[in-house]
């Protein structure tokens, strides 16, 4: 398969995917038939440049046939937003948080978004991965959140996205 970058601080090194694969599970244990994970991004729209980002690793890893991904962008003309957003959201084995002050204050990704996700992660149907894109209190306002492991860290130490320089590199760790 292709190689992927792997970031060790500035310094990047190429790793090959089976390698990060067998470390995670053992190649005896792939089925190739097994299914893809369906993520699902949630994301403030004032947030598109780090959805975009995202979306970048994300297709690395559909690429590998590990998963497929869904944001609303991909909602066609004419269609129902919301029935197709809470469908989605009900389809997702992950959901990701891409979360930033605006995402907070979003009515709409607050209380159908994180409250589906929580939800369906209390239930054990999905899990969900908190990516904290800049301090902000909505997160500070969530304990629930808190008991999650949140990315991307330095050193097991939480830092938001955009306190990393590059940026690459904590997007990277994403």
Not at 14 to 21: A, K, N, T, Y
């Amino acid at each position: 398969g292709d190689s992927f970058y792997a970031v060790n601080e500035a310094l990047r090194v190429e790793v090959p995917p089976e390698r990060e694969l067998n470390r995670l599970e053992p190649e005896s244990a792939r089925r190739d038939d097994a299914p893809r994970l369906k993520v699902f991004v949630s994301y403030s729209h004032d947030d598109y440049r780090d959805c975009d980002q995202m979306k970048l690793r994300l297709a690395r890893l559909a690429n590998e046939g590990l998963v497929s991904y869904w944001h609303d962008g991909q909602i066609r003309a004419g269609e129902d937003w919301d029935r197709v957003i809470r469908r989605e959201l009900e389809d997702a084995d992950v959901v990701v948080l891409l979360m930033s002050e605006e995402f907070f204050r979003s009515r709409y990704i607050d209380g159908v978004e994180v409250a589906t996700a929580r939800g369906r992660q209390q239930r054990g149907e999905a899990d969900i991965l908190p990516v904290l894109l800049e301090d902000c209190e909505g997160f500070r306002n969530h304990a629930w959140l808190k008991q999650l492991q949140t990315v991307p860290s330095v050193t097991g130490r939480l830092r938001p996205v955009r306190r990393f320089t590059p940026k690459e590199t904590a997007w990277d760790s994403v």
